[in-house]
């Protein structure tokens, strides 16, 4: 795999909002990344496990929060606002923005794509990143009931053609509001909750198995223009969204 590849893997390994600080580093990928970490401790390569240890936890955390607030956007019918702000206190904390030993103000999107590609061979992390890359996270359903099936092949493009029609509009709400800007992986998960939540009520699937056929698929579905042109287009609009915050230009 090419250095500096990680953060553009960690986006289609990740499915959609499951993974949300993953894919709000992507964003970023396209950045040139040729200066120093700067302040850093001593020892960078504890730094890198310390800090992919710390995205594995956010990681994991997601597919249950995420069914959580699909449950209150139904029940309670939430606002934007009051999602964000639902989400925020049950979000785990940004591993970018936590203070460190030698980085008192974390670490920003460029130090976090050196650091990781400046370790990604090392033994003992790339099994730690292959960890984050293969995380579903979650845990099991306390009736016992067995998961649902996933969503079909054939469902999958007119699906993820809603879900980027839900996003766009989700990312417009979303630029409301420029307090939403100090959590941006929260405001990533928010946004994508909703979309969730707007799927499942009209195509009758959840998001897990959305993403379980999506994984299920994956192979297929890469070999699909229409698809993947979907895809891209997500990542466009997330691309242009983050591009218009203050300070976030690319």
């Known amino acids: 795999m090419p250095e500096g590849s990680w953060t553009k893997v960690a986006l289609v390994a990740a499915g959609s909002a499951a993974a949300a600080a993953l894919i709000w580093y992507v964003m970023f990928d396209e950045l040139e990344t040729e200066e120093a970490l700067g302040s850093t401790p001593a020892d960078e390569r504890a730094l890198a496990i310390e800090v992919i240890n710390d995205l594995y936890k956010q990681r994991t955390a997601g597919p249950d929060l995420m069914k959580k607030m699909v449950v209150k956007l139904k ?17 785990p904390e940004d591993p970018l923005s936590k203070p460190r030993e030698g980085l008192p103000e974390g670490l920003n999107p460029e130090q976090l794509d050196k650091l990781i ?3 990604q061979y090392d033994p003992e992390i790339r099994p730690i990143l292959e960890k984050v890359l293969s995380a579903e996270g979650g845990a099991p359903d306390a009736d016992g009931a067995e998961p649902l099936p996933p969503a079909p092949f054939d469902k999958l493009l007119v699906i993820h053609k809603f879900m980027l029609k839900c996003l766009k509009e989700a990312l417009v709400e979303a ?7 100090t959590r941006p992986d929260v405001l990533i998960f928010a946004s994508q909750t909703v979309v969730a939540s707007k799927t499942e009520q009209e195509h009758k ?13 994956q192979a297929k579905l890469s070999a699909e223009p229409e698809f993947m042109t979907v895809q891209l287009e997500m990542q466009r609009a997330m691309q242009e969204f983050f591009g218009g915050m203050p300070g ?3």
Request: charge should be negative; glycine fraction near 4%; charged fraction near 30%.
């Open 75 to 91: 029940t309670e019918k939430l606002s934007f606002e009051e999602l964000y702000t639902a989400t925020a206190k049950d979000f």
């Open 117 to 119: 590609s400046k370790f």
């Open 175 to 181: 630029k409301k509001k420029p307090e939403f800007y």
């Open 205 to 217: 699937y959840t998001h897990d198995q959305i993403e379980a056929g999506t994984s299920a698929h």
């Open 248 to 250: 976030m230009g690319m």
